[in-house]
């Protein structure tokens, strides 16, 4: 294994973390300088986000047209959204009795300031409802997935492809070659564009402390605390057990191998930015390729335990703040909207923020004045909400590949325990490809 590459990356993340520092002193220091670098982390997300359609497709089509047989992805995506059902299903009940425990909204007071932003973000999340969005996953064209930027578009796309290069057989031996070529092309891209992560962590977070100050938050920060607590107790108390009793990996040693992802994610407050390197890392731990690529894409629209676990609390906490407190039924029957309407959601930093208004503007629209209460701390909690959410999709990722048989235990040990490093160089590998019609083999990035 080469180390050069993995030499000059571990220089990258420390200049990551120098510049969050410095981002943090500029916007205390010179808040409106700080306000005015934000382009500067929004130009490095979006760029990010430019890469990650051709990576889903090119991930998905290499794992699925290499099956042989439709019926093993279709048993893949099933059980995967089944267990991002129950997991929401989970990480909402956690979060509705820990915002009924602590009823951190009281002595709150709304400003014509704060309702005036708040109706802002109902506007946001009140385009689209639950047919719109599955209508939404059908592209106009069959390019139009990759120049919108859309994740479930892509997603369709790149399993009909898949499907058809299947059905033709050794006649599209060629097309997967070209797809495995494209690939590397792709990924040598965003290994350039990570080059720029410093400049964009210092950016954002310049422009987050910049905007909302220290004063802004000392008021508010009981439900922050309440918050990180709760995605922590979430991630250590149920997905760490819940890894451990089905594929026998150390939760800690998981989060410890993705630690450079999970310093991304805190730095640009968006999960999405991790996303291809999710991808790279989970088949050299050794999941299979089909998996990841069927798991990884659909979890990050399906499994958003973090928005979960956000929404009930922020709902609980404006409904206490503005003395109109919700039933339980009233709860639940909200909050079930909501998880629908969030789908999607989870790379899109503020996301959750939207959905939220447009949830209240439904369902209890005298409570929507609130969400004013809480925009001004939404960017610290995204930042927790992305962080669980891709520590959710990690999971995952393990537990669907344990249970469908494609999941190389013994390769997983030897990753966790450091024997086999991550080789950054991965991410322009340069190996020949594999044989027409051979899918490569799960640890082709290692």
Known sequence: MSTTGQDRTKYLYIAVIVAVAAGIVVGLVAPDAGVALKPLGTAFVDLIKMMISPIIFCTIVLGVGSVTQAAKVGRVGGLALGYFIAMSTVALAIGLVVGNLIDPGQGLALTDELRQAAKTEAAKGGESDTVTFLLGIIPTTLVSAFTEGQVLQTLLVALLTGFALQAMGGQGAPILRGVRHIERLVFRILAMIMWAAPVGAFGAIAAVVGATGVDALK????????????????????????????????????????????????????????????????????????????????????????????????????????????????????????????????????????????????????????????????????????????????????????????????????????????????????????????????????
């Open 219 to 446: 008021s508010l920060g009981t439900i922050m605390l309440a918050f990180y607590i709760t995605c922590l107790a979430f991630v250590l108390g149920v997905l760490g057990p819940l890894l451990w009793l089905v594929a026998r990996v150390n939760l800690l040693s998981l989060l410890r191998y993705l630690g450079r992802e999970f310093l991304l994610i805190l730095s640009t407050s968006s999960s999405e930015s991790a996303l291809p390197r999710l991808i790279a890392k989970m088949e050299h731990l050794g999941v299979s390729r089909p998996v990841v690529g069927i798991t990884v894409p659909t979890g990050y629209s399906f499994n958003l335990d973090g928005t979960a676990i956000y929404l009930t609390m922020a709902t609980l906490f404006i409904a206490s703040a503005t003395g109109a407190p919700l039933s339980l039924a009233e709860q639940i029957s909200l909050l079930v909207f909501m998880i629908i309407a969030s789908k999607g959601a989870a790379g899109v930093t503020g996301a959750g923020l939207a959905t939220l208004a447009g949830g209240l503007q439904s369902h209890r629209p005298d409570l929507v004045d609130g969400v004013g209460l809480i925009v001004g701390i939404d960017r610290f909690m995204s930042e927790a909400r992305a962080l669980t959410n891709f520590a959710g999709n990690a999971v995952a990722t393990i537990l669907v590949g344990t249970w469908t048989g494609e999941f190389d235990r013994d390769r997983a040990a030897e990753v966790l325990s450091g024997n086999a490093p991550f080789d950054e160089n991965a991410l322009i590998d340069e190996e020949p490809s594999a044989p027409a019609g051979e899918p490569e083999p799960v640890t082709s990035r290692s």
